[in-house]
C-alpha cells in the first residue's frame, strides 16, 4: 500500500530577499519527512511560492515551522507588491497526492490552522474544503481589503477568524489556510505594457468576468441588483481565476491566473482563449511563465491539442507531447523550462522503480547475462513486447504522416496514441517482474527460528509468489491487447513498414510465450491450488489466443514479401 501524501504550497510575501527566503526554506526542510520540491520567487510580486511534499504530520510541522519563521522575519507593514496579500504567510494551502482523502486532508488543515493561531497569535482563517461556511471560503473573498483593509474588516463579526485572536497581527498580519485541489499557477505574457488591456483579457476569460457598468462599459458607476449587489457578466472559463498586471522585471503586462480545475477546463483552453481575447485587442500572448508546479496530465493533453491542431499525429512519446506543450504556450520564454523540475510526478518519482528500463539496451543486455537471477525471462518478457509495440506505434505514426496520406491522418493518430500507452506498460513490468522476483528472495531470507517466525516467514513466501505469477500474467494480457494495433497496422499501415509490423508481431509473440512460462513456474509453489489453477487457466486462454493471432499475422507478413 502506497503511504499518504499531502502536498503544501505556501505563499509568502517576500520575493526579493533571498536570504529570509532561504531561512524560510530551511525551517521548513527541519521538519524530519519533508522534501521540498520548489521554491518559486518573484521579484515584481515580492512572493515566493514554496512547494513540499510528506506525509500528512511531517507536513503540517514544516508548515507550521515555515509560517513561524516568515514572522519572525517578514514585516508586513512595510511590505509591497503587485500581488494580493494580507500576511507574512499569505495562504497555505495542502492538497492531497496520494494515498489520502479531501476529507483527511481537511482534517490537518484545520489542525494547522488551529496550531497557527494558537501558539503563533497570528488570526487564520480556512478556506476551500476546510471551511464549513461557503459565504466565506474562497481565498478572494477571504483576502479583500488585503493587509491595510484588515484592521478593520477582522473587527466585523462576520470576519472573526476561525482561529487566534480577532485583532490583526500589525508585523505578521494574518494567514488562510485550507484543503484544496491541485491548483496550476501561471502567467499569460503579452506583448504590451498596458495593465488596461491585461486586465481586461482577465475579466473575459475568467469565470466571474465582470462587473456591468452604467454609461461607459469601464468607468460607468457600477450597476447593482435589487439585493445591492453588482451585476456581474461571467467570463468564458469555469474554474479560472485571473487578473491583469504590469511586471517591471520583464517589462511587460501579464494575465495572472489561478486554474483550480484543469480536468473541466484544460490548460490549453485557457492559453487559448486567452490568446483569441489578447488578438481581439489588438494584442498578441508572447508565452507564459509557470508558477510553482505542474501535474503532468494538464500538459500531456495540451501538447496532444496542438500536435492535432498542427494536422500531426498526437501518437508521440510523453517526452514528445510536454515538448509541444512547453513550444506552443512559450512556457520556456522567460526562462528554461525543465520537465524534471517543473513537473510534479517526476519529482515524486523514484528512480529505483525505472532502474532497468532507465539503462541503455547494452546495459540492460549486459545486466541481464550477470550471474544473478534478476532480470530474468519475466522481465526481458516485457521488455521484448514493449518494442514490439513500439515498431506497432512506429508504424502508425509513418502512416499518419505519409506524403499524400494527409486526410488519414485522424485514422492513424488514435493507434499510435493505443500503441504508447500500451508500451508505457509493458515497460513498467520490466522492472516490476524484478522487483516481484526480489520480493520472494526477501521472503526466503526472513528469520525461521521459532514457529511463529517460521509461520510469517512461509506467509510471506505465499504472498510475494502470488504476486510473482500475477506480474507475469500482467504482461501476457497487456502484450495480448497490443495484438489488434499490429493487425490494423499489417492490413492498413504504410505498406513501405510492412517487415517492421511483422516483427512486432514476432516480438508480441516472444512477450506473450515467456510471460505465460513465468506464469507456470511462478503458479507452480503455490499453496492455494484453487488460485494457482485459476490464474493458469486464465493465462492458458490468452496464449492460445495470443499464438493464434500473432503466428497468422507472421504468416501473412511473410506470404506478403514474398510475393
Same mark, same amino acid.
Given at each position: 500500500?502506497?503511504?499518504?501524501?499531502?502536498?503544501?504550497?505556501?505563499?509568502?510575501?517576500?520575493?526579493?530577499?533571498?536570504?529570509?527566503?532561504?531561512?524560510?526554506?530551511?525551517?521548513?526542510?527541519?521538519?524530519?519527512?519533508?522534501?521540498?520540491?520548489?521554491?518559486?520567487?518573484?521579484?515584481?510580486?515580492?512572493?515566493?511560492?514554496?512547494?513540499?511534499?510528506?506525509?500528512?504530520?511531517?507536513?503540517?510541522?514544516?508548515?507550521?515551522?515555515?509560517?513561524?519563521?516568515?514572522?519572525?522575519?517578514?514585516?508586513?507593514?512595510?511590505?509591497?507588491?503587485?500581488?494580493?496579500?494580507?500576511?507574512?504567510?499569505?495562504?497555505?494551502?495542502?492538497?492531497?497526492?496520494?494515498?489520502?482523502?479531501?476529507?483527511?486532508?481537511?482534517?490537518?488543515?484545520?489542525?494547522?490552522?488551529?496550531?497557527?493561531?494558537?501558539?503563533?497569535?497570528?488570526?487564520?482563517?480556512?478556506?476551500?474544503?476546510?471551511?464549513?461556511?461557503?459565504?466565506?471560503?474562497?481565498?478572494?473573498?477571504?483576502?479583500?481589503?488585503?493587509?491595510?483593509?484588515?484592521?478593520?474588516?477582522?473587527?466585523?463579526?462576520?470576519?472573526?477568524?476561525?482561529?487566534?485572536?480577532?485583532?490583526?497581527?500589525?508585523?505578521?498580519?494574518?494567514?488562510?489556510?485550507?484543503?484544496?485541489?491541485?491548483?496550476?499557477?501561471?502567467?499569460?505574457?503579452?506583448?504590451?505594457?498596458?495593465?488596461?488591456?491585461?486586465?481586461?483579457?482577465?475579466?473575459?476569460?475568467?469565470?466571474?468576468?465582470?462587473?456591468?457598468?452604467?454609461?461607459?462599459?469601464?468607468?460607468?458607476?457600477?450597476?447593482?441588483?435589487?439585493?445591492?449587489?453588482?451585476?456581474?457578466?461571467?467570463?468564458?472559463?469555469?474554474?479560472?481565476?485571473?487578473?491583469?498586471?504590469?511586471?517591471?522585471?520583464?517589462?511587460?503586462?501579464?494575465?495572472?491566473?489561478?486554474?483550480?480545475?484543469?480536468?473541466?477546463?484544460?490548460?490549453?483552453?485557457?492559453?487559448?482563449?486567452?490568446?483569441?481575447?489578447?488578438?481581439?485587442?489588438?494584442?498578441?500572448?508572447?508565452?507564459?511563465?509557470?508558477?510553482?508546479?505542474?501535474?503532468?496530465?494538464?500538459?500531456?493533453? $495540451?501538447? +496532444?491539442?496542438? !500536435?492535432? #491542431?498542427?494536422? %500531426?499525429?498526437?501518437? @508521440?512519446? =510523453?517526452?514528445?507531447?510536454?515538448?509541444? /506543450?512547453?513550444?506552443?504556450?512559450?512556457?520556456?520564454?522567460?526562462?528554461?523550462?525543465?520537465?524534471?523540475?517543473?513537473?510534479?510526478?517526476?519529482?515524486?518519482?523514484?528512480?529505483?522503480?525505472?532502474?532497468?528500463?532507465?539503462?541503455?539496451?547494452?546495459?540492460?543486455?549486459?545486466?541481464?547475462?550477470?550471474?544473478?537471477?534478476?532480470?530474468?525471462?519475466?522481465?526481458?518478457?516485457?521488455?521484448?513486447?514493449?518494442?514490439?509495440?513500439?515498431?506497432?506505434?512506429?508504424?502508425?505514426?509513418?502512416?499518419?504522416?505519409?506524403?499524400?496520406?494527409?486526410?488519414?491522418?485522424?485514422?492513424?493518430?488514435?493507434? $499510435?496514441? +493505443?500503441?504508447? !500507452?500500451? #508500451?508505457?506498460? %509493458?515497460?513498467?513490468? @520490466?522492472? =516490476?517482474?524484478?522487483?516481484?522476483?526480489? /520480493?520472494?528472495?526477501?521472503?526466503?531470507?526472513?528469520?525461521?527460528?521459532?514457529?511463529?517466525?517460521?509461520?510469517?516467514?512461509?506467509?510471506?513466501?505465499?504472498?510475494?509468489?502470488?504476486?510473482?505469477?500475477?506480474?507475469?500474467?500482467?504482461?501476457?494480457?497487456?502484450?495480448?491487447?497490443?495484438?489488434?494495433?499490429?493487425?490494423?497496422?499489417?492490413?492498413?499501415?504504410?505498406?513501405?513498414?510492412?517487415?517492421?509490423?511483422?516483427?512486432?508481431?514476432?516480438?508480441?509473440?516472444?512477450?506473450?510465450?515467456?510471460?505465460?512460462?513465468?506464469?507456470?513456474?511462478?503458479?507452480?509453489?503455490?499453496?492455494?491450488?484453487?488460485?494457482?489453477?485459476?490464474?493458469?487457466?486464465?493465462?492458458?486462454?490468452?496464449?492460445?489466443?495470443?499464438?493464434?493471432?500473432?503466428?497468422?499475422?507472421?504468416?501473412?507478413?511473410?506470404?506478403?514479401?514474398?510475393?
Amino acid at each position: 500500500m502506497h503511504k499518504q501524501l499531502i502536498e503544501c504550497v505556501p505563499n509568502f510575501s517576500e520575493g526579493c530577499d533571498l536570504n529570509i527566503i532561504k531561512q524560510i526554506t530551511d525551517a521548513i526542510e527541519s521538519a524530519e519527512g519533508v522534501r521540498l520540491l520548489d521554491v518559486d520567487n518573484g521579484k515584481a510580486t515580492n512572493r515566493t511560492v514554496v512547494t513540499f511534499v510528506g506525509e500528512p504530520e511531517a507536513v503540517i510541522e514544516g508548515a507550521f515551522r515555515g509560517i513561524q519563521k516568515a514572522a519572525q522575519l517578514i514585516d508586513m507593514s512595510k511590505h509591497f507588491g503587485e500581488h494580493p496579500r494580507m500576511g507574512a504567510t499569505d495562504v497555505c494551502p495542502l492538497i492531497p497526492i496520494q494515498g489520502i482523502s479531501m476529507e483527511e486532508t481537511t482534517a490537518y488543515a484545520v489542525k494547522l490552522a488551529k496550531r497557527v493561531g494558537d501558539e503563533l497569535n497570528i488570526p487564520a482563517y480556512l478556506y476551500e474544503y476546510a471551511q464549513p461556511d461557503k459565504k466565506r471560503s474562497n481565498l478572494s473573498i477571504i483576502r479583500a481589503g488585503e493587509y491595510e483593509g484588515f484592521f478593520d474588516k477582522i473587527k466585523l463579526p462576520e470576519w472573526k477568524p476561525d482561529f487566534g485572536p480577532d485583532t490583526f497581527n500589525t508585523s505578521a498580519g494574518g494567514t488562510v489556510i485550507g484543503a484544496r485541489d491541485f491548483l496550476i499557477a501561471y502567467n499569460v505574457n503579452l506583448n504590451t505594457k498596458s495593465t488596461r488591456i491585461a486586465n481586461r483579457i482577465a475579466f473575459d476569460v475568467r469565470e466571474a468576468g465582470r462587473v456591468v457598468r452604467e454609461g461607459n462599459p469601464y468607468t460607468g458607476k457600477i450597476k447593482n441588483d435589487e439585493n445591492g449587489e453588482p451585476v456581474r457578466i461571467p467570463g468564458k472559463l469555469k474554474h479560472v481565476k485571473a487578473i491583469g498586471w504590469y511586471i517591471e522585471e520583464y517589462s511587460m503586462a501579464q494575465i495572472s491566473i489561478n486554474l483550480t480545475n484543469c480536468r473541466e477546463t484544460p490548460l490549453h483552453t485557457v492559453f487559448e482563449e486567452c490568446r483569441k481575447s489578447a488578438d481581439e485587442r489588438g494584442a498578441r500572448v508572447t508565452g507564459c511563465e509557470l508558477v510553482g508546479l505542474i501535474p503532468l496530465q494538464p500538459l500531456l493533453e $495540451a501538447g +496532444k491539442y496542438f !500536435l492535432e #491542431k498542427q494536422g %500531426l499525429s498526437s501518437g @508521440v512519446n =510523453e517526452a514528445e507531447l510536454i515538448w509541444s /506543450a512547453v513550444k506552443s504556450m512559450g512556457l520556456d520564454e522567460l526562462g528554461p523550462f525543465d520537465p524534471q523540475k517543473k513537473i510534479i510526478e517526476y519529482l515524486l518519482k523514484d528512480e529505483l522503480e525505472e532502474k532497468l528500463i532507465s539503462l541503455t539496451v547494452k546495459g540492460f543486455a549486459n545486466e541481464t547475462a550477470a550471474d544473478s537471477p534478476a532480470p530474468g525471462g519475466g522481465s526481458v518478457a516485457a521488455a521484448v513486447g514493449a518494442f514490439g509495440v513500439a515498431l506497432g506505434t512506429m508504424v502508425a505514426n509513418l502512416s499518419a504522416s505519409k506524403r499524400g496520406w494527409e486526410d488519414r491522418t485522424a485514422e492513424f493518430s488514435p493507434w $499510435a496514441e +493505443k500503441g504508447q !500507452l500500451i #508500451k508505457d506498460k %509493458l515497460l513498467a513490468l @520490466v522492472d =516490476e517482474d524484478t522487483r516481484a522476483f526480489n /520480493a520472494i528472495m526477501t521472503a526466503f531470507g526472513l528469520p525461521k527460528d521459532t514457529p511463529e517466525q517460521k509461520a510469517s516467514r512461509k506467509d510471506a513466501i505465499q504472498s510475494a509468489s502470488k504476486y510473482a505469477t500475477e506480474v507475469p500474467f500482467r504482461t501476457l494480457e497487456t502484450a495480448v491487447d497490443a495484438i489488434p494495433l499490429i493487425q490494423e497496422m499489417i492490413n492498413k499501415g504504410n505498406p513501405n513498414s510492412l517487415s517492421d509490423a511483422g516483427v512486432g508481431a514476432a516480438c508480441l509473440l516472444t512477450a506473450m510465450q515467456g510471460a505465460w512460462m513465468n506464469v507456470l513456474i511462478n503458479a507452480q509453489g503455490l499453496d492455494d491450488k484453487v488460485w494457482a489453477a485459476d490464474m493458469t487457466a486464465k493465462a492458458e486462454k490468452l496464449i492460445q489466443e495470443g499464438r493464434i493471432a500473432c503466428n497468422a499475422m507472421v504468416a501473412e507478413v511473410e506470404n506478403r514479401l514474398r510475393a
